[in-house]
């Protein structure tokens, strides 16, 4: 019965796969650069030490107002998180204002402020700028900062920390940044459950007063503005802003570059694919004279779908369903190259391979005149259209002055992106993309992947999830004396309720709040089953009645979505019938089970089943400890691509003497849909009518 969901929503993700392709065609040949004239924007400063930028613009009756505060990285140390809470703390009423009548007044004269830890944003109409910077003003100046707020983000910011635990993507961007900059490192340093509760109200306020100063901050304005007027304003509502003593930090030193090129390891069972990030430190900022060519470069090897990574890695192997690279610029020094892919876990060795492999091609081999030309093309166009934002035009006075770039640095700026030569792609490539220093750090699950990667002959080190280095650990258990494949299912159907009890279910009917992962909305389903396949699934949201339907009958099926009915395919028809009964364990014969191994799944040991049906090879998870199915793995082919479905199960709760789990979680490539279960009921509730 479990199984019958997954099916379900691997269809879903097909159909949305489908509606999802893009027409990618040819970039047009790009013509001559055109001249650049960058209106220069009006400054002043206040006495206070607040440097305004003021560009106005008439077009539209709007204004915005940005607030940088220029400070070293800070170092949070075992305070960590500290700036995550100060941002989300402020903007949300002064000490004048309460918070509610604070939002409310914003959201009337339909504005907005956001605060970052050394940061703010307004916008407005421009009839209602004066109000907008004042209430932004008044926000800087005078934060709110209570207790019953305080402790609402401490339980929120670790509530997010939970989440990311099994996340992937996470724990590769935790460890990646760690191992290259060192965890003392403002850059390195990351949040931990410990390092939030070292925090208190007291702290809060402290980094306020001492980084949230005008002395280092730039105000810029944006809009339908008239200087004298703004200025006015500004002097009015920022003037008062006083300037504290402030701290000032050096910046502790980063962790050396890789010796040697590694793989650095984190084994994560729950992995579905592995994450790669082939990684080396740089020393690059803006103002360098190889930053154009670098950001040629870039482009070249992985700046988008005409990269080397992305052709060879998707287009030519089907690696992934992406593959990019990217450089950081910082002008406090060190920063990063990373080309990055997520990838699935059997191909996870051949991806290494391929990204090293395009490495060392744009760093030894002749560039393609014609992938030079569609580069300095993006990069041209992308200008040119963002010259039609004044913001765009602001903000680039502001980097000239934060990260001391020439006068000319913009109007000069395709002049110079057209000069790149081939030459310079190679030269730059060899002193920025490392080939023989580089971290390889891979997030995946270690019982599938390790074999594969021993085998590359490229050295190895374990860390765990935050970056400490470890033990290789054991990805697999010796399998007890004695035990089977059919021992296990056996052991299953024991668990659930036995035999006789499962075979007295003949339908059931389940109700479920459904979480969609970056999806706005959280539908509700209703989900019916009937002996031997028949399977139906409703999905509703609020407001909008059922947004998806999914039948099969026994003989035939479809799916409905946004109006339209697609039938179910011959061999997915031919897959359902082929099932036997709500229970497949009841079913399974043992010819077709295999007894792989005991590995760890969330810290507790279980048994790795494969499952063999002609081409088709499944695996199911057993707890060693309880006997229920823990997890399932199914890879299947959609498009041209391949698609692994892993379901988890959990929170299992009696139901008529049959246990079920009340928590399940599909995750299909980059989908993931987690059910809660709020009530299953046996043999009512459910007529054929249903699955019509």
């Known amino acids: 019965?479990?199984?019958?969901?997954?099916?379900?929503?691997?269809?879903?993700?097909?159909?949305?796969?489908?509606?999802?392709?893009?027409?990618?065609?040819?970039?047009?040949?790009?013509?001559?650069?055109?001249?650049?004239?960058?209106?220069?924007?009006?400054?002043?400063?206040?006495?206070?030490?607040?440097?305004?930028?003021?560009?106005?613009?008439?077009?539209?009756?709007?204004?915005?107002?940005?607030?940088?505060?220029?400070?070293?990285?800070?170092?949070?140390?075992?305070?960590?998180?500290?700036?995550?809470?100060?941002?989300?703390?402020?903007?949300?009423?002064?000490?004048?204002?309460?918070?509610?009548?604070?939002?409310?007044?914003?959201?009337?004269?339909?504005?907005?402020?956001?605060?970052?830890?050394?940061?703010?944003?307004?916008?407005?109409?421009?009839?209602?700028?004066?109000?907008?910077?004042?209430?932004?003003?008044?926000?800087?100046?005078?934060?709110?900062?209570?207790?019953?707020?305080?402790?609402?983000?401490?339980?929120?910011?670790?509530?997010?920390?939970?989440?990311?635990?099994?996340?992937?993507?996470?724990?590769?961007?935790?460890?990646?940044?760690?191992?290259?900059?060192?965890?003392?490192?403002?850059?390195?340093?990351?949040?931990?459950?410990?390092?939030?509760?070292?925090?208190?109200?007291?702290?809060?306020?402290?980094?306020?007063?001492?980084?949230?100063?005008?002395?280092?901050?730039?105000?810029?304005?944006?809009?339908?503005?008239?200087?004298?007027?703004?200025?006015?304003?500004?002097?009015?509502?920022?003037?008062?802003?006083?300037?504290?003593?402030?701290?000032?930090?050096?910046?502790?030193?980063?962790?050396?570059?890789?010796?040697?090129?590694?793989?650095?390891?984190?084994?994560?069972?729950?992995?579905?694919?592995?994450?790669?990030?082939?990684?080396?430190?740089?020393?690059?900022?803006?103002?360098?004279?190889?930053?154009?060519?670098?950001?040629?470069?870039?482009?070249?090897?992985?700046?988008?779908?005409?990269?080397?990574?992305?052709?060879?890695?998707?287009?030519?192997?089907?690696?992934?369903?992406?593959?990019?690279?990217?450089?950081?610029?910082?002008?406090?020094?060190?920063?990063?190259?990373?080309?990055?892919?997520?990838?699935?876990?059997?191909?996870?060795?051949?991806?290494?391979?391929?990204?090293?492999?395009?490495?060392?091609?744009?760093?030894?081999?002749?560039?393609?005149?014609?992938?030079?030309?569609?580069?300095?093309?993006?990069?041209?166009?992308?200008?040119?259209?963002?010259?039609e934002d004044p913001q765009t035009v602001a903000n680039y006075a502001l980097n000239v002055k934060l990260n001391d770039l020439p006068s000319d640095f913009y109007t000069t700026y395709l002049q110079k992106i057209n000069a790149v030569t081939t030459d310079d792609v190679n030269r730059v490539a060899k002193e920025y993309f490392k080939a023989d220093n580089a971290r390889i750090v891979v997030i995946g699950k270690g019982s599938d992947v390790m074999p594969s990667l021993e085998a590359t002959g490229i050295p190895i080190k374990y860390y765990d999830k935050y970056a400490k280095e470890t033990e290789k650990p054991m990805f697999s258990k010796e399998i007890p004396s004695g035990m089977t494949a059919e021992t296990v299912v056996a052991n299953y159907i024991k668990a659930v309720g036995g035999q006789s009890n499962l075979e007295k279910v003949n339908s059931v009917l389940s109700n479920a709040d459904v979480t969609i992962e970056g999806a706005p909305f959280k539908p509700k389903a209703v989900i019916k089953s009937m002996a031997p396949n028949k399977i139906s699934m409703e999905m509703m949201i609020e407001g909008m009645g059922t947004v998806m339907k999914q039948k099969f009958d026994g003989a035939a099926g479809y799916q409905e979505q946004q109006g339209m009915k697609i039938p179910m395919s011959e061999d997915d028809v031919a897959e359902k019938q082929a099932e036997k009964g709500l229970f497949p364990e009841i079913y399974m014969e043992a010819s077709t089970l295999t007894l792989d191994a005991v590995v760890p799944i969330e810290g507790a040991d279980a048994y790795k089943i494969k499952v063999t049906k002609g081409d088709d090879v499944s695996h199911r998870y057993y707890s060693v400890e309880t006997g229920l199915l823990v997890k399932t793995e199914a890879t299947t082919e959609a498009q041209g691509q391949t698609i692994t479905t892993v379901e988890e199960f959990s929170n299992y709760k009696d139901v008529d003497g049959v246990m079920m789990p009340y928590t399940q979680k599909i995750t299909a490539g980059p989908q993931v849909i987690t059910f809660m279960f709020t009530d299953i009921k046996f043999n009512e509730g459910v007529t054929d009518a249903d699955f019509k």
């Open 1 to 387: 019965m479990k199984s019958k969901l997954s099916i379900l929503f691997a269809l879903l993700f097909m159909s949305l796969s489908v509606n999802a392709q893009l027409d990618r065609s040819k970039q047009p040949k790009p013509g001559p650069a055109p001249k650049i004239s960058l209106e220069k924007p009006s400054e002043f400063q206040l006495k206070n030490g607040l440097k305004v930028l003021v560009v106005e613009n008439n077009k539209l009756p709007r204004v915005s107002f940005a607030l940088t505060i220029d400070n070293t990285p800070i170092l949070e140390g075992n305070k960590a998180g500290i700036k995550t809470i100060v941002a989300n703390m402020m903007g949300n009423g002064t000490t004048t204002i309460p918070k509610d009548d604070f939002n409310e007044e914003v959201d009337f004269l339909g504005a907005g402020i956001n605060f970052g830890s050394q940061s703010a944003f307004a916008r407005s109409l421009s009839k209602y700028s004066d109000r907008i910077l004042e209430l932004m003003a008044d926000a800087a100046i005078n934060p709110l900062f209570t207790q019953e707020e305080f402790d609402k983000e401490v339980e929120q910011l670790i509530e997010g920390l939970k989440t990311q635990e099994k996340d992937v993507s996470a724990v590769a961007s935790r460890v990646g940044s760690a191992l290259s900059y060192g965890v003392k490192n403002p850059a390195g340093e990351f949040t931990t459950e410990e390092t939030v509760n070292n925090i208190t109200l007291e702290d809060v306020v402290t980094f306020y007063e001492s980084y949230f100063n005008p002395k280092n901050a730039y105000l810029v304005v944006v809009g339908d503005v008239e200087l004298k007027t703004v200025k006015e304003q500004i002097e009015k509502h920022f003037g008062k802003w006083e300037t504290s003593v402030g701290v000032s930090s050096t910046l502790p030193p980063v962790n050396p570059s890789a010796q040697y090129t590694q793989i650095n390891f984190v084994d994560m069972p729950n992995a579905v694919q592995s994450d790669i990030r082939v990684t080396n430190n740089v020393d690059f900022k803006m103002n360098d004279k190889n930053y154009h060519a670098t950001l040629i470069a870039n482009y070249i090897l992985g700046g988008g779908s005409d990269g080397y990574l992305y052709q060879n890695l998707r287009e030519k192997n089907g690696f992934t369903y992406g593959a990019y690279s990217g450089i950081g610029a910082s002008r406090y020094g060190t920063s990063r190259f990373s080309a990055t892919a997520q990838v699935r876990n059997e191909v996870t060795d051949s991806s290494i391979v391929e990204i090293m492999k395009e490495i060392k091609r744009i760093r030894t081999e002749p560039i393609d005149p014609e992938a030079l030309k569609l580069a300095k093309a993006k990069y041209v166009g992308n200008f040119v259209m963002g010259l």
